[in-house]
Nanobody, 125 residues
Framework: EVQLVESGGGLVQAGGSLRLSCALS????????IGWFRQAPGKEREGVSC????????YYADSVKGRFTISSDNAKNTVYLQMNSLKPEDTAVYYC??????????????????WGQGTQVTVSA
C-alpha cells in the first residue's frame, strides 16, 4: 500500500525556519514526482514545490522561490521541504503528494495520484 506521511509542522515566528518531511512507503515505482502543496483556511489548495525522482529536477511556486528548498534522500525514502524566512502568509496545512510517471514537472493538483494527511504550519507575526 502506498503511503505518504508528513511531519515537521509546528508554530514558528515570522522569519523563522521549519523543515517538513514526507516519508514514502509502499513505493514500487521508479519514475515519480513528489510535490508539496498547502491549503490555508478558506483558500484553495496550491502547489509549493516538487522534485522528480528521475533526475532530481525541482520546481517552485513564485511565492516561495529563494525561501524554500526541496530535497530528497533516497536511502531514507524521504522528501524534505526546508522553509526559511517564513511569513504569516505561509500559514497552512502542508501536504505531500506523489505523481506517478510524470510528464515533465509541475504542480497541477489533478495529476497527483497519492496524498498524505497533512501537517499544520503556523507562522506568527
Amino acid at each position: 500500500e502506498v503511503q505518504l506521511v508528513e511531519s515537521g509542522g509546528g508554530l514558528v515566528q515570522a522569519g523563522g525556519s521549519l523543515r517538513l518531511s514526507c516519508a514514502l512507503s509502499g513505493f514500487t515505482f521508479d519514475d515519480y514526482a513528489i510535490g508539496w502543496f498547502r491549503q490555508a483556511p478558506g483558500k484553495e489548495r496550491e502547489g509549493v514545490s516538487c522534485i522528480s525522482s528521475h533526475d532530481s529536477s525541482t520546481y517552485y511556486a513564485d511565492s516561495v522561490k529563494g525561501r524554500f528548498t526541496i530535497s530528497s534522500d533516497n536511502a531514507k525514502n524521504t522528501v524534505y521541504l526546508q522553509m526559511n524566512s517564513l511569513k504569516p502568509e505561509d500559514t497552512a496545512v502542508y501536504y505531500c503528494a506523489a505523481e506517478i510517471k510524470p510528464i515533465g514537472i509541475g504542480l497541477a493538483l489533478a495529476l497527483y495520484d497519492y496524498w498524505g494527511q497533512g501537517t499544520q504550519v503556523t507562522v506568527s507575526a
